[in-house]
């Protein structure tokens, strides 16, 4: 027992020291292009943390990379790689503003609540005909997620472009263009900020802060796909597909069920990657509406190993990342590149280590287990033959 | 350089040790291989048979110790190599291309060229002066997906010769024969012996080492137990040596009481993966209190027959009855619930999920009972402590059951879902080459369990490829060929001769399409 303890530490630990090596080799970097790196480094901190508002600024970046980190995970724990988040969410949050703008006059706690599902619909829609072809047709999921990306990319522009464009905005004639968008979504529909419920605990935040309760039901949604994965029979039977669908089949368990649920629900998760962003910060859905969450979900899921915390923790720290860009890049002159280049390094040596890593506890307990069984062997021991007369 | 003759060893090994984290898979290993001999080395499972064998081969290199190929000292750094020093292996499995002829896949990789062309007609000469030489019955421009199993290993064995080999390394060869295949096999390795080749003879089936070698090395947990002659010992010597301790061979075992029957297949056809018929028109029945078993050699349809039986094949046509209970079109689990134990034949792909835990694993396909859980969760103490009172009743040897179970040996594996299967209460336990792969003690434990529950009054229905277990086992054995079965008899009532016809089908009337 005191052993597993030990394995888990190793487990913990062995991203946070590929982060380190990441941050090394990002100090090379900026050596090379000529920048101080104790300089960069020291003001991504101080950028990020100092200030309360920056801190909430990262809070809010890293919502939507919970929800499609969580999406990422959950398809990866029942063995599918849904690299569709993008076009799941990009569809989910598109109709979540069809219903934010075209219904009128519900009050609140029916209308946000039904927004927030109709974009997990949307989610799960765009996800419906993948693992449909996957069960039914053995279509690989990744082929047909990729290619509905792109469907939905060019739908949500025609859909915005062409249909239900806001040809009213408000302009004076002869002032700017009107934006390509939709409509604004009706007050009734906004997710409300916790700037006021801060306050209580003397937390002031300013009004260009957008922290919304998102947030809150991301970390909820963490802990709820905890209980799911680990506690209930149908997260073991997910994660028995994932491993082996073939011995799962065999117990009984029917793995394009399991596939199709858990496909959906990655989907419907999906869905709520970009409500933050629409609900709270732009409050309506145009042509540049935030792209990229789904993918930075994957590398998130990746970090995190697919569990609860870590998501949140690799969510944390990729939203950290792009705020501390904006500060280097306003402040030292750093090209944002050069964070981009340390998250891909990132990724790539928290994948490394993490392999090493579970490799020797793997080797580890392997002795462990030959040991308990050699110790427990009464009888056939080695060399026993001549000594037991 | 070429030395002959008496006393001179073509290999010998000195102190070989090769340890991986965890264990000495060998352990200081000496071992002498006269020129012109047929030399078995014997061992169970995890003995270092195969490590050592991948050392002579080339394939890993030893920590320790010397290896003397003629009196000379040599390290062999690859398997370019040890063909090179005139070491040829000889795979269990098979690595052949199907749809290539017999010439191409044994010139395959080495293929006789000028400028980059075959010089195919070089090849065939020397294809088939090989094939005269050793008296070896091959059709040259046969392709691979029409010979039997017996023929494809000559066509392995013929690769190796094809390359220079004068020292054969054959493993578990006759694994996958009918008995007079192996009878073939043996005649050919006797020429081969005669026309001065070595050969090493890797084998747990004692009876067939005690018939073809002149000298038995035996091997147990890594290291060298002695060399015997063949002439000097018998069978229950070396399964001591090989064990260390006294085993039974003999199953023990009284008369089945059989009760009423409990599985009852009618006209059984199923598909197999391409879409042709695996099995054909099958009918029979299993009682309670019998264990039946299919005899057959392996890829005539067992498989197939035994998926559609738990519900994991379609049934092309025909009836299965379970307990009296139409079967066919029910999912597995309906199956299962209906008291049916599955031992699947592949437990890594089939009865494990070998990431999971032992505790995990222990409850796979009992999970969704009120007993171990609610659709809200999981009842941890219940399943952990179901999981130690299997572990223990089964006497498996682990460190945790908190440790994933890959880490188990497959004997131990095996044991946990023997365990598993048999705390469902079945009264019918399919048990699919319930033997592969263990050692010896462990095939013992495994025979009890399943006579132990006939005696309880269950019905089991036991496939395997050993004749040997299906004989010793069953009260009544079918065999099946071609997906037919083709006899049904008492174990007592016929010959081993007379199996071997039925297996390889030249007992069965003929019909069209057989082997196509």
Not at chain 1, 208 to 214: E, G, I, K, S, T
Not at chain 2, 221 to 233: D, F, I, S, Y
Not at chain 2, 238 to 253: A, N, T
Not at chain 2, 444 to 466: M, N, P, T, Y
């Amino acid at each position: 027992m005191k052993k597993r303890f030990k394995y888990l530490l190793l487990e913990i630990a062995s991203p946070f020291i590929a982060i380190l090596f990441a941050v090394l080799i990002g100090a090379l970097v900026m050596l090379v292009i000529d920048k101080n790196p104790v300089e960069v480094y020291r003001t991504m901190f101080l950028f990020s943390f100092k200030r309360l508002d920056s801190v909430a600024i990262i809070l809010f970046g890293m919502t939507p990379l919970i929800f499609s980190g969580l999406a990422v995970a959950i398809g990866f724990k029942a063995g599918l790689f849904n690299i569709g988040i993008e076009g799941q969410y990009l569809i989910g949050t598109f109709l979540a503003a069809l219903a934010g703008f075209a219904l009128k006059g519900l009050p609140t706690f029916i209308h946000l609540p039904l927004v927030i599902l109709m974009g997990m619909l949307g989610g799960m829609l765009w996800a419906w005909l993948p693992i449909y072809l996957k069960v039914k047709r053995g279509v690989h999921e990744v082929i047909s997620t990729i290619m509905l990306n792109y469907v939905s990319f060019s739908l949500i522009h025609y859909l915005i472009a062409d249909v239900f464009m806001d040809k009213q905005q408000g302009l004076a004639p002869g002032v700017g263009n009107p934006i390509i968008r939709l409509p604004k979504i009706a007050a009734t529909a906004v997710m409300p900020k916790m700037h006021s419920f801060l306050s209580n605990f003397g937390i002031n935040l300013p009004q260009h802060v957008y922290l919304n309760w998102f947030l809150v039901l991301a970390l909820l949604m963490a802990v709820g796909y905890y209980f799911l994965v680990w506690r209930t029979p149908f997260g073991y039977e997910l994660r028995a597909v994932g491993h082996n669908p073939a011995g799962a089949e065999t117990a009984g368990i029917k793995p394009g069920a399991v596939f199709f649920k858990a496909f959906l629900l990655s989907g419907a998760i999906a869905g709520l990657t970009g409500l933050s962003d629409l609900l709270s910060y732009f409050g309506y859905m145009d042509l540049d509406f935030p792209r990229g969450y789904g993918f930075t979900g994957i590398a998130v899921a990746l970090i995190g190993k697919n569990g609860p915390l870590g998501i949140v923790l690799a969510a944390f720290l990729f939203a950290f990342l792009n705020r501390g860009a904006e500060g280097v890049q306003a402040f030292v002159g750093v090209p944002m590149e050069t964070i981009v280049i340390l998250q891909g390094v990132m990724i790539l040596s928290i994948v490394v280590f993490s392999s090493v890593m579970g490799r020797y506890i793997r080797q580890q307990e392997k002795k462990e287990a030959a040991l308990g069984s050699a110790a427990g062997k009464p009888g056939v021991t080695v060399g026993a033959q001549g000594g037991v007369k | 350089m070429e030395k002959t003759g008496a006393g001179v060893n073509i290999i010998e090994l000195r102190r070989i040790t090769k340890r991986f984290p965890g264990l000495v898979a060998n352990d200081s290993i000496n071992l002498e291989i006269a020129r012109g001999e047929i030399h078995a080395i014997v061992g169970e499972n995890g003995a270092g048979k195969s490590t050592l064998m991948k050392i002579l081969t080339g394939l890993y290199q030893p920590d320790e110790g010397e290896i003397y190929l003629n009196g000379n000292r040599v390290a062999i750094n690859g398997p370019r190599q040890a063909i090179w020093h005139g070491i040829g292996m000889v795979h269990q499995h098979f690595m052949l291309i199907p749809r290539f002829t017999v010439l191409e896949n044994i010139v395959l990789g080495s293929e006789p060229a000028r400028g980059g062309v075959l010089k195919e007609k070089a090849a065939r000469q020397l294809v088939e002066e090989l094939c005269r030489r050793y008296d070896f019955r091959l059709e040259s421009d046969t392709r691979v997906w029409d010979l039997s199993v017996g023929q494809q290993q000559r066509v392995e064995i013929l690769k190796v010769l094809y390359r220079g080999a004068e020292i054969l390394i054959l493993d578990e060869p006759t694994a996958v024969l009918a008995p007079q295949e192996v009878k073939e096999l043996f005649v050919n390795l006797r020429n081969l012996k005669d026309q001065g080749k070595t050969i090493i003879f890797i084998s747990h089936k004692l009876d067939e080492v005690l018939s073809i070698a002149d000298r038995i090395s035996v091997l147990r947990r890594g290291r060298m137990v002695g060399t015997v002659l063949a002439g000097e010992t018998d069978k229950k010597r070396l399964s001591e040596m090989m064990v260390g301790r006294p085993v039974l061979l003999k199953i023990d075992k009284q008369e089945s009481q059989t009760g009423q029957e409990t599985l009852v297949i009618k006209d059984l056809s199923v598909m197999g993966s391409m879409g042709r018929p695996a099995v054909r028109h099958v009918s029979f029945s299993v009682r309670a209190g019998e264990i039946y078993g299919i005899a057959g050699i392996e890829g005539n349809g067992q498989t197939e027959l035994i998926e559609a039986l738990v519900g994991l094949r379609k049934v092309h046509t025909g009836q299965v009855f379970i307990l009296g209970q139409p079967i066919v079109g029910k999912s597995v689990r309906e199956i299962k619930d209906l008291g049916v134990g599955y031992i699947p034949e592949d437990r890594h792909h089939r009865g494990l999920v070998l990431p999971m835990t032992v505790w995990e694993n222990a409850v796979l396909g009992l999970h969704r009972t009120r007993e171990f859980s609610r659709p809200a969760s999981l009842y941890f103490k219940k399943i952990l402590a179901h999981a130690e009172r299997l572990v223990r009743e089964f006497d498996v040897r682990l460190g945790s059951v908190d440790l994933p179970i890959r880490n188990l040996s497959g004997g131990n594996q095996q044991k946990v879902i023997l365990a598993r299967e048999m705390s469902r209460d079945p009264s019918l336990i399919i048990a699919s080459q319930p033997t592969r792969g263990l050692d010896i003690g462990a095939i013992e434990f495994v025979h009890k369990q399943l006579i132990k529950a006939r005696d309880q009054g269950r019905a089991v229905l036991v496939v395997s490829a050993d004749l040997e277990e299906v004989l010793s086992l069953s009260d009544r054995v079918g065999v099946i060929y071609s997906g037919e079965i083709v006899a049904e008899f008492r174990p007592q009532e016929v010959t081993l001769e007379e199996i071997g016809h039925y297996m390889l089908g030249s007992k069965a009337q003929p019909r069209e399409g057989v082997g196509a």
